[in-house]
């Protein structure tokens, strides 16, 4: 009789394997390169995961996915003041060395998956996510929905080259203050926009 499949070995080699690509690109993921690192044989990548291509999707899910806890709160119920303390915990935690390190294959994801023509990539997913929050927070605050949706790509596409500058030059703390300045700046947009449609 075959043996049962342990349904924790594989979350547990995916966080093998982030740990291991630290420093690393996606482009070298292999299997060999993998159970030669983690000192399993290829077989349990096989078994796991099916083909490299497979591999490399769930990987990426798994950096995706290290924010869904950050975002399980509902917007709507997030005061101005709640929001910006919302924001700045959740840049503490994707500011956090490893965070970065994980950004930085997020990034290379989204690079690979344009050159392979997948236009509903997984990495670009994390994007709409925070996409779709931050639009969802100024609608509860009484941003008309179309308005609403141009403010929250901008307040998330600038989010993201803030984490690239993070990431490029090393200077958290720096991009931390600019973090916070871009924060306030969106929050008094946002008002200001919901008073204007309350008028």
């Known amino acids: 009789m075959p043996r049962k499949p342990d349904p924790t070995r594989k979350p547990e080699l995916l966080g093998q394997i982030l740990d291991h690509l630290t420093g ?9 390169t993998l159970a ?10 096989v078994y796991h995961f099916g083909n490299r291509a497979q591999l490399v999707d769930e990987i990426v899910r798994a950096i995706v996915a290290r924010q869904d806890d950050l975002l399980a709160v509902d917007p709507a119920e997030l005061d101005e003041g ?32 344009m050159i392979e023509g997948r236009g509903s990539g997984i990495s670009r997913s994390a994007v709409a996510k925070w996409h779709a929050f931050a639009a969802a927070w100024c609608v509860a605050r009484g941003v008309p929905a179309d308005q609403a949706d141009v403010e929250a790509r901008l307040f998330t596409d600038a989010v993201y080259g803030l984490q690239y500058d993070a990431l490029a030059t090393g200077d958290v703390r720096g991009v931390t203050a600019a973090f916070d300045l871009h924060v306030d700046a969106f929050a008094h947009r946002v008002r200001a926009l919901a008073g204007v449609s309350a008028a």
């Open 82 to 113: 709640a929001w910006r303390e919302f924001m700045s915990s959740s840049w503490e935690v994707v500011s956090s060395p490893r965070n970065l390190q994980l950004q930085r294959l997020e990034y290379e994801a989204a690079m690979l998956e």
């Open 36 to 45: 030669e690192a983690l000192g399993v044989s290829t077989y349990v990548f």
């Open 24 to 32: 690393r690109t996606l482009a070298t993921v292999s299997f060999r």
